[in-house]
């Protein structure tokens, strides 16, 4: 009990510090002010490719499982932490992002992915502020590609889910994004959720298959949902909530 209440304080601790930095607008387009809370995720038809090849539905993923994803322009593995947030039942928005390559991603609308700019650097945006021709990274016949978003649809589906894994990234659909959203900045929020990371590497070595309670959690976990409470409390303008 008290190093899962530890875990909790250093959490806690990183997200009030990332809630009192300034977050740089884009230069996509200005957030709305109201909308709602929560992990904000993937569509539950949702494919993702493990390290051996194969594919698996996103609502069947499992702690420890070896992802494809990709950082700074190789393709890598990282493994599968927890679910952040998961809602089997549950209707949500969707942003559905169609690239020239016919790869497709659903994200809820402040769901962050990675684009390339004409200058070649990366840069993370909200779902809802890609636009007809941003270049995405794509996985397309075994190789990273750029490919333009040529079609956006605005959808109903159900079921969704916020997979966290070590390296903060993962490949839907063979589309490169971010693990993260309601943050304006990928990289902060990978540092500062370190601490999960931290106490799942503690978990696996004392042999902890399933430290998170993926199989039997339904909904936003316990310690995003009291870390979403504070940053409407706090500052409700400093992230996306």
């Given at each position: 009990?008290?190093?899962?209440?530890?875990?909790?304080?250093?959490?806690?601790?990183?997200?009030?510090?990332?809630?009192?930095?300034?977050?740089?607008?884009?230069?996509?387009?200005d957030?709305?002010?109201?909308?709602?809370?929560?992990?904000?995720?993937?569509?539950?038809?949702?494919?993702?490719?493990?390290s051996?090849?194969?594919?698996?539905?996103?609502?069947?993923?499992?702690?420890?499982?070896?992802?494809?994803?990709?950082?700074?322009?190789?393709?890598?593995?990282?493994?599968?932490?927890?679910?952040?947030?998961?809602?089997?039942?549950?209707?949500?928005?969707?942003?559905?992002?169609?690239?020239?390559?016919?790869?497709?991603?659903?994200?809820?609308?402040?769901?962050?992915?990675?684009?390339?700019?004409?200058?070649?650097n990366?840069?993370?945006?909200?779902?809802k502020?890609?636009k007809?021709?941003?270049?995405?990274?794509?996985?397309?016949?075994?190789?990273?590609?750029?490919?333009?978003?040529?079609?956006?649809?605005?959808?109903?589906?159900?079921?969704?889910?916020?997979?966290?894994?070590?390296?903060?990234?993962?490949?839907?659909?063979?589309?490169?994004?971010?693990?993260?959203?309601?943050?304006?900045?990928?990289?902060?929020a990978q540092?500062?959720?370190?601490?999960?990371?931290?106490?799942?590497?503690?978990?696996?070595?004392?042999?902890?298959?399933?430290?998170?309670?993926?199989?039997?959690?339904?909904?936003l976990?316990?310690t995003?949902?009291?870390?979403?409470?504070?940053?409407?409390?706090?500052?409700?303008?400093?992230?996306?909530?």
């Amino acid at each position: 009990m008290h190093s899962k209440t530890n875990i909790f304080y250093i959490i806690l601790i990183g997200f009030i510090i990332l809630l009192n930095i300034d977050s740089s607008a884009s230069d996509h387009d200005d957030h709305d002010d109201h909308h709602d809370g929560g992990a904000q995720c993937f569509s539950g038809d949702s494919l993702i490719k493990l390290s051996n090849g194969e594919y698996k539905e996103i609502g069947n993923l499992q702690s420890s499982d070896e992802i494809i994803t990709i950082d700074q322009s190789k393709i890598i593995s990282t493994e599968m932490i927890m679910m952040l947030d998961k809602q089997i039942s549950k209707q949500a928005l969707f942003y559905t992002l169609k690239t020239d390559t016919g790869n497709e991603i659903s994200l809820t609308e402040y769901h962050l992915i990675p684009t390339i700019n004409s200058h070649g650097n990366e840069n993370y945006l909200f779902a809802k502020q890609i636009k007809i021709g941003d270049y995405l990274f794509v996985l397309f016949n075994g190789k990273l590609t750029y490919s333009p978003v040529i079609n956006i649809t605005i959808e109903m589906k159900k079921g969704y889910y916020a997979p966290l894994t070590m390296k903060g990234t993962l490949l839907v659909n063979n589309v490169l994004a971010s693990c993260y959203a309601n943050v304006n900045n990928h990289h902060l929020a990978q540092y500062y959720m370190a601490p999960f990371r931290y106490y799942y590497k503690f978990a696996r070595f004392i042999s902890l298959n399933d430290p998170f309670n993926i199989n039997k959690t339904e909904g936003l976990y316990w310690t995003v949902n009291i870390m979403l409470y504070f940053a409407r409390y706090f500052r409700l303008g400093a992230l996306c909530l």
